[in-house]
Protein backbone atom coordinates (compact mmCIF):
# COMPACT_ATOMS: atom_id res chain seq x y z
CA UNK A 1 0.00 0.00 0.00
CA UNK A 2 2.87 2.53 0.69
CA UNK A 3 4.14 2.46 -2.75
CA UNK A 4 0.66 3.30 -3.80
CA UNK A 5 0.09 6.48 -1.33
CA UNK A 6 3.56 7.62 -2.43
CA UNK A 7 2.44 7.97 -5.64
CA UNK A 8 -0.55 9.94 -4.45
CA UNK A 9 0.99 12.10 -2.40
CA UNK A 10 4.02 13.04 -5.61
CA UNK A 11 0.72 13.90 -8.05
CA UNK A 12 -0.65 15.65 -5.25
CA UNK A 13 2.65 17.42 -5.43
CA UNK A 14 2.74 17.56 -8.72
CA UNK A 15 -0.81 19.27 -8.88
CA UNK A 16 -0.01 22.21 -6.07
CA UNK A 17 3.09 22.88 -8.86
CA UNK A 18 0.39 23.61 -11.56
CA UNK A 19 -1.71 25.34 -9.31
CA UNK A 20 1.23 27.67 -9.38
CA UNK A 21 2.02 28.11 -13.38
CA UNK A 22 1.36 31.12 -14.85
CA UNK A 23 -0.15 29.16 -17.60
CA UNK A 24 -2.61 27.68 -15.93
CA UNK A 25 -3.32 31.05 -13.65
CA UNK A 26 -4.62 32.46 -17.43
CA UNK A 27 -6.65 29.75 -17.97
CA UNK A 28 -10.39 30.29 -15.50
CA UNK A 29 -11.36 26.71 -17.06
CA UNK A 30 -8.54 24.42 -16.17
CA UNK A 31 -7.44 26.33 -12.55
CA UNK A 32 -10.78 25.59 -11.66
CA UNK A 33 -10.87 21.80 -12.81
CA UNK A 34 -7.45 21.51 -11.16
CA UNK A 35 -8.61 23.80 -7.96
CA UNK A 36 -11.42 20.96 -7.45
CA UNK A 37 -9.48 17.95 -7.99
CA UNK A 38 -6.69 19.64 -5.75
CA UNK A 39 -9.53 20.04 -3.04
CA UNK A 40 -11.19 16.41 -3.32
CA UNK A 41 -7.54 14.55 -2.84
CA UNK A 42 -6.92 16.67 -0.08
CA UNK A 43 -8.22 14.42 2.61
CA UNK A 44 -6.41 11.16 1.25
CA UNK A 45 -3.36 12.97 1.10
CA UNK A 46 -3.41 13.54 4.78
CA UNK A 47 -3.89 10.04 5.73
CA UNK A 48 -1.03 8.87 3.02
CA UNK A 49 1.31 11.19 4.47
CA UNK A 50 0.21 9.42 8.13
CA UNK A 51 0.62 6.51 7.00
CA UNK A 52 3.80 6.66 5.26
CA UNK A 53 5.40 8.54 8.25
CA UNK A 54 4.06 5.88 11.09
CA UNK A 55 6.07 3.20 8.81
CA UNK A 56 9.42 5.59 8.71
CA UNK A 57 9.13 6.11 12.31
CA UNK A 58 9.07 1.75 12.64
CA UNK A 59 11.95 1.57 9.78
CA UNK A 60 13.61 4.17 12.16
CA UNK A 61 12.64 2.24 15.52
CA UNK A 62 14.28 -0.73 14.28
CA UNK A 63 17.37 0.64 13.82
CA UNK A 64 17.85 1.44 17.24
CA UNK A 65 16.95 -1.81 18.44
CA UNK A 66 20.61 -3.16 19.54
CA UNK A 67 21.17 -0.25 20.94
CA UNK A 68 20.93 -1.30 24.61
CA UNK A 69 20.03 2.70 25.70
CA UNK A 70 17.64 3.16 22.94
CA UNK A 71 15.48 -0.28 22.96
CA UNK A 72 13.06 0.71 24.62
CA UNK A 73 11.67 3.92 23.35
CA UNK A 74 12.24 2.07 20.38
CA UNK A 75 9.68 -0.45 21.38
CA UNK A 76 7.46 1.91 22.44
CA UNK A 77 8.01 4.15 19.16
CA UNK A 78 7.23 1.00 17.42
CA UNK A 79 3.99 -0.21 18.89
CA UNK A 80 2.48 3.35 19.03
CA UNK A 81 3.22 3.64 15.22
CA UNK A 82 2.29 -0.06 14.40
CA UNK A 83 -1.19 0.56 16.37
CA UNK A 84 -1.73 3.60 13.54
CA UNK A 85 -1.56 1.68 11.01
CA UNK A 86 -5.02 -0.75 10.95
CA UNK A 87 -7.08 2.19 11.10
CA UNK A 88 -5.31 4.11 8.82
CA UNK A 89 -5.20 1.43 6.54
CA UNK A 90 -9.14 1.16 7.04
CA UNK A 91 -10.23 5.21 6.33
CA UNK A 92 -7.48 4.92 3.49
CA UNK A 93 -9.03 2.11 1.94
CA UNK A 94 -12.41 4.03 1.81
CA UNK A 95 -10.88 7.17 0.30
CA UNK A 96 -9.00 5.18 -2.10
CA UNK A 97 -13.07 4.54 -3.77
CA UNK A 98 -13.28 6.51 -7.03
CA UNK A 99 -16.37 8.68 -6.74
CA UNK A 100 -18.22 9.85 -9.93
CA UNK A 101 -16.96 13.06 -10.71
CA UNK A 102 -20.19 13.92 -11.44
CA UNK A 103 -21.53 12.93 -8.03
CA UNK A 104 -21.83 16.66 -6.24
CA UNK A 105 -23.79 17.93 -9.47
CA UNK A 106 -27.69 18.72 -9.74
CA UNK A 107 -29.77 16.52 -12.19
CA UNK A 108 -31.98 16.86 -15.34
CA UNK A 109 -34.46 13.65 -15.63
CA UNK A 110 -36.07 12.74 -18.55
CA UNK A 111 -39.07 9.69 -18.46
CA UNK A 112 -40.03 8.49 -22.02
CA UNK A 113 -42.93 6.19 -22.39
CA UNK A 114 -41.82 3.26 -24.24
CA UNK A 115 -43.17 -0.33 -25.67
CA UNK A 116 -47.03 -0.55 -23.99
CA UNK A 117 -48.93 2.37 -25.85
CA UNK A 118 -51.19 4.42 -23.86
CA UNK A 119 -50.79 1.96 -20.66
CA UNK A 120 -46.92 3.15 -21.06
CA UNK A 121 -47.47 6.25 -20.70
CA UNK A 122 -49.73 6.08 -17.72
CA UNK A 123 -46.35 4.18 -16.10
CA UNK A 124 -44.63 7.00 -17.03
CA UNK A 125 -46.60 9.35 -14.83
CA UNK A 126 -46.54 6.09 -12.17
CA UNK A 127 -42.54 7.26 -12.30
CA UNK A 128 -42.46 10.46 -12.31
CA UNK A 129 -45.12 10.67 -9.42
CA UNK A 130 -42.53 7.96 -7.71
CA UNK A 131 -40.00 10.72 -8.33
CA UNK A 132 -41.93 13.46 -7.01
CA UNK A 133 -42.49 11.40 -3.13
CA UNK A 134 -38.67 10.59 -3.06
CA UNK A 135 -37.70 14.01 -3.77
CA UNK A 136 -40.14 15.60 -1.28
CA UNK A 137 -38.90 13.41 1.54
CA UNK A 138 -35.59 14.47 0.88
CA UNK A 139 -36.33 18.22 -0.08
CA UNK A 140 -35.07 18.15 -3.26
CA UNK A 141 -35.95 21.24 -4.87
CA UNK A 142 -38.15 19.62 -8.37
CA UNK A 143 -38.59 22.62 -11.64
CA UNK A 144 -40.75 20.75 -14.48
CA UNK A 145 -38.77 21.45 -17.86
CA UNK A 146 -40.42 19.88 -20.55
CA UNK A 147 -43.81 18.21 -20.94
CA UNK A 148 -45.65 16.26 -23.54
CA UNK A 149 -49.15 14.75 -22.15
CA UNK A 150 -50.82 11.44 -23.46
CA UNK A 151 -54.20 12.00 -23.50
CA UNK A 152 -54.97 8.83 -22.10
CA UNK A 153 -53.31 9.84 -18.76
CA UNK A 154 -49.83 10.22 -18.04
CA UNK A 155 -47.07 11.20 -20.14
CA UNK A 156 -45.44 10.50 -23.49
CA UNK A 157 -42.28 12.27 -22.17
CA UNK A 158 -41.54 14.65 -19.10
CA UNK A 159 -38.16 16.50 -18.16
CA UNK A 160 -37.82 17.83 -15.23
CA UNK A 161 -34.65 19.30 -12.76
CA UNK A 162 -33.58 18.36 -9.41
CA UNK A 163 -31.39 20.52 -6.97
CA UNK A 164 -30.34 19.40 -3.96
CA UNK A 165 -26.99 17.81 -1.81
CA UNK A 166 -25.02 15.17 -3.87
CA UNK A 167 -28.73 14.47 -5.77
CA UNK A 168 -26.83 12.68 -8.81
CA UNK A 169 -24.59 10.45 -6.46
CA UNK A 170 -28.29 8.54 -5.68
CA UNK A 171 -29.95 9.28 -8.47
CA UNK A 172 -27.84 7.77 -11.49
CA UNK A 173 -28.85 4.65 -10.40
CA UNK A 174 -32.14 5.15 -11.92
CA UNK A 175 -31.01 5.47 -15.94
CA UNK A 176 -32.14 2.55 -18.17
CA UNK A 177 -35.49 0.75 -18.72
CA UNK A 178 -38.21 0.67 -16.45
CA UNK A 179 -40.80 -2.80 -17.03
CA UNK A 180 -44.19 -3.09 -15.36
CA UNK A 181 -46.39 -5.90 -15.28
CA UNK A 182 -50.00 -4.95 -14.08
CA UNK A 183 -53.46 -5.42 -15.47
CA UNK A 184 -54.55 -2.04 -16.53
CA UNK A 185 -57.90 -0.63 -15.45
CA UNK A 186 -59.22 -0.62 -19.27
CA UNK A 187 -58.67 -4.36 -19.36
CA UNK A 188 -62.05 -6.61 -19.07
CA UNK A 189 -60.92 -10.11 -19.19
CA UNK A 190 -58.14 -9.24 -16.05
CA UNK A 191 -55.03 -9.95 -18.32
CA UNK A 192 -51.47 -8.80 -17.17
CA UNK A 193 -50.13 -6.30 -19.66
CA UNK A 194 -46.44 -5.48 -20.17
CA UNK A 195 -45.19 -1.95 -20.70
CA UNK A 196 -41.81 0.17 -20.47
CA UNK A 197 -40.84 3.34 -20.21
CA UNK A 198 -36.95 4.78 -20.12
CA UNK A 199 -35.43 6.82 -17.36
CA UNK A 200 -32.49 8.90 -18.34
CA UNK A 201 -30.51 10.95 -15.04
CA UNK A 202 -28.59 13.65 -16.74
CA UNK A 203 -25.78 15.43 -14.80
CA UNK A 204 -25.91 19.14 -14.38
CA UNK A 205 -23.08 20.46 -16.43
CA UNK A 206 -22.03 24.84 -16.69
CA UNK A 207 -19.87 26.35 -19.18
CA UNK A 208 -16.79 24.76 -17.12
CA UNK A 209 -17.55 21.46 -17.72
CA UNK A 210 -19.11 21.53 -21.31
CA UNK A 211 -17.97 24.93 -23.46
CA UNK A 212 -20.65 24.93 -26.39
CA UNK A 213 -19.79 27.02 -29.72
CA UNK A 214 -22.50 28.91 -30.77
CA UNK A 215 -21.43 27.88 -34.46
CA UNK A 216 -21.92 24.75 -34.19
CA UNK A 217 -25.50 25.35 -33.27
CA UNK A 218 -28.97 25.12 -35.50
CA UNK A 219 -31.54 26.92 -33.80
CA UNK A 220 -35.35 26.55 -34.89
CA UNK A 221 -38.68 28.03 -33.08
CA UNK A 222 -41.61 26.76 -34.02
CA UNK A 223 -45.38 27.28 -32.26
CA UNK A 224 -45.70 25.28 -29.12
CA UNK A 225 -48.78 23.00 -28.46
CA UNK A 226 -50.40 22.32 -25.95
CA UNK A 227 -52.29 18.62 -24.90
CA UNK A 228 -54.05 17.49 -28.15
CA UNK A 229 -52.08 19.52 -30.36
CA UNK A 230 -54.16 22.36 -29.59
CA UNK A 231 -52.04 25.60 -30.11
CA UNK A 232 -51.61 27.68 -26.58
CA UNK A 233 -49.18 30.35 -27.71
CA UNK A 234 -49.62 33.37 -30.24
CA UNK A 235 -45.95 33.53 -30.50
CA UNK A 236 -43.02 30.49 -31.97
CA UNK A 237 -42.06 30.32 -28.57
CA UNK A 238 -40.94 27.11 -28.54
CA UNK A 239 -36.75 26.21 -29.54
CA UNK A 240 -35.26 23.28 -30.96
CA UNK A 241 -31.33 22.87 -30.89
CA UNK A 242 -29.13 20.66 -32.77
CA UNK A 243 -25.87 20.59 -32.39
CA UNK A 244 -24.33 19.92 -35.28
CA UNK A 245 -20.85 17.98 -34.38
CA UNK A 246 -22.87 15.05 -32.32
CA UNK A 247 -26.49 15.69 -34.04
CA UNK A 248 -28.14 15.51 -30.56
CA UNK A 249 -31.40 17.61 -30.55
CA UNK A 250 -33.38 19.21 -27.62
CA UNK A 251 -36.01 21.46 -27.28
CA UNK A 252 -38.21 23.25 -25.19
CA UNK A 253 -41.66 24.76 -25.23
CA UNK A 254 -43.18 24.66 -21.65
CA UNK A 255 -41.32 27.81 -20.50
CA UNK A 256 -43.07 31.19 -20.62
CA UNK A 257 -40.76 32.84 -23.40
CA UNK A 258 -38.71 31.73 -26.49
CA UNK A 259 -35.57 33.62 -23.85
CA UNK A 260 -36.74 30.82 -21.45
CA UNK A 261 -36.96 27.81 -23.62
CA UNK A 262 -33.72 28.32 -25.34
CA UNK A 263 -32.01 28.49 -21.67
CA UNK A 264 -33.37 25.51 -20.53
CA UNK A 265 -33.21 23.63 -24.44
CA UNK A 266 -29.31 24.87 -23.55
CA UNK A 267 -29.24 23.30 -20.11
CA UNK A 268 -30.26 20.12 -21.44
CA UNK A 269 -27.61 19.94 -24.23
CA UNK A 270 -24.90 20.90 -22.25
CA UNK A 271 -25.90 17.86 -19.60
CA UNK A 272 -26.49 15.45 -22.66
CA UNK A 273 -22.54 16.39 -23.65
CA UNK A 274 -21.20 16.39 -20.58
CA UNK A 275 -22.68 12.45 -19.99
CA UNK A 276 -21.51 11.61 -23.39
CA UNK A 277 -18.08 12.95 -22.15
CA UNK A 278 -18.18 11.23 -18.93
CA UNK A 279 -19.19 8.06 -21.24
CA UNK A 280 -15.54 8.53 -23.79
CA UNK A 281 -13.88 9.11 -20.73
CA UNK A 282 -14.66 5.85 -19.27
CA UNK A 283 -14.26 3.94 -21.77
CA UNK A 284 -10.86 5.19 -22.92
CA UNK A 285 -9.96 3.07 -19.26
CA UNK A 286 -11.31 0.36 -20.42
CA UNK A 287 -9.95 -2.89 -18.13
CA UNK A 288 -8.98 -0.27 -15.85
CA UNK A 289 -12.63 1.18 -15.21
CA UNK A 290 -13.37 0.14 -11.82
CA UNK A 291 -16.94 -1.76 -11.77
CA UNK A 292 -20.34 -0.21 -10.77
CA UNK A 293 -23.94 -1.15 -10.15
CA UNK A 294 -25.14 -1.26 -14.23
CA UNK A 295 -23.66 0.60 -17.10
CA UNK A 296 -25.69 3.57 -17.28
CA UNK A 297 -27.17 2.81 -20.39
CA UNK A 298 -30.83 3.81 -21.16
CA UNK A 299 -31.65 0.99 -22.96
CA UNK A 300 -30.37 -1.72 -20.35
CA UNK A 301 -33.25 -3.31 -18.44
CA UNK A 302 -32.70 -2.08 -15.05
CA UNK A 303 -36.10 -3.12 -12.75
CA UNK A 304 -39.98 -4.69 -12.76
CA UNK A 305 -42.72 -3.40 -11.19
CA UNK A 306 -44.79 -6.24 -10.95
CA UNK A 307 -48.23 -5.41 -9.72
CA UNK A 308 -50.33 -8.98 -9.39
CA UNK A 309 -47.40 -10.27 -7.52
CA UNK A 310 -46.57 -7.20 -5.54
CA UNK A 311 -43.00 -6.73 -6.41
CA UNK A 312 -40.15 -5.41 -8.10
CA UNK A 313 -37.60 -6.88 -8.37
CA UNK A 314 -33.99 -4.45 -8.83
CA UNK A 315 -32.08 -6.73 -11.63
CA UNK A 316 -28.76 -5.75 -11.57
CA UNK A 317 -28.62 -6.55 -7.60
CA UNK A 318 -31.52 -9.28 -7.68
CA UNK A 319 -33.11 -6.78 -5.11
CA UNK A 320 -36.52 -7.31 -4.45
CA UNK A 321 -39.23 -4.79 -2.80
CA UNK A 322 -42.89 -4.47 -2.72
CA UNK A 323 -44.69 -2.94 -5.83
CA UNK A 324 -47.09 -0.99 -3.26
CA UNK A 325 -44.09 0.55 -1.30
CA UNK A 326 -41.50 1.24 -4.00
CA UNK A 327 -44.07 2.43 -6.97
CA UNK A 328 -47.15 3.18 -4.74
CA UNK A 329 -45.03 4.25 -1.18
CA UNK A 330 -41.77 5.38 0.03
CA UNK A 331 -39.57 2.07 -0.93
CA UNK A 332 -37.41 3.57 -3.23
CA UNK A 333 -35.20 4.59 -0.46
CA UNK A 334 -34.01 1.09 0.10
CA UNK A 335 -33.55 0.13 -2.97
CA UNK A 336 -31.30 3.17 -4.18
CA UNK A 337 -29.34 2.41 -0.86
CA UNK A 338 -28.88 -1.41 -2.12
CA UNK A 339 -27.66 -0.24 -4.90
CA UNK A 340 -25.00 2.20 -3.28
CA UNK A 341 -24.12 -0.27 -0.97
CA UNK A 342 -23.16 -3.04 -3.84
CA UNK A 343 -21.84 -0.30 -5.77
CA UNK A 344 -19.91 1.03 -3.26
CA UNK A 345 -18.53 -2.62 -2.28
CA UNK A 346 -17.32 -3.53 -6.00
CA UNK A 347 -15.62 -0.13 -6.25
CA UNK A 348 -13.85 -1.10 -2.82
CA UNK A 349 -13.01 -4.65 -3.51
CA UNK A 350 -10.88 -3.29 -6.46
CA UNK A 351 -9.75 -0.27 -5.30
CA UNK A 352 -7.42 -2.33 -2.62
Known amino acids: ?61 KEMLDDPDMKEFAQETIAAAEAKLPPLEEDIKFMLIPSDPADEKDIIVEIRAAAGGDE ?5 GDLYKMYMRFCEHHRWKVETMDVSASEAGGYKEIQFKVKGDKVYSVMKFESGVHRVQRVPKTESQGRIHTSTATVAVLPEADEIDIE ?23 TDSAVRITHLPSGL ?100 EQAV
Not at 14 to 33: C, F, H, I, S
Not at 299 to 317: F, M, W
Open 249 to 348: VVQSQDQKSQLQNKIAAMAVLRARLYEKMLAEQQAAEGAERLAQIGSGDRSEKIRTYNGPQDRVTDHRIGFNSTYNGVLLGDGLGDVITALQAADRARKL
Open 120 to 124: AAIFA
Open 212 to 234: INENDLRIDVYRAGGPGGQCVNT
Open 1 to 61: MRDKLEKIIKGYEDLQEKLGDPAVLADQKEYTRLSKEYANQGPLVAKAREYVQACDDIADA
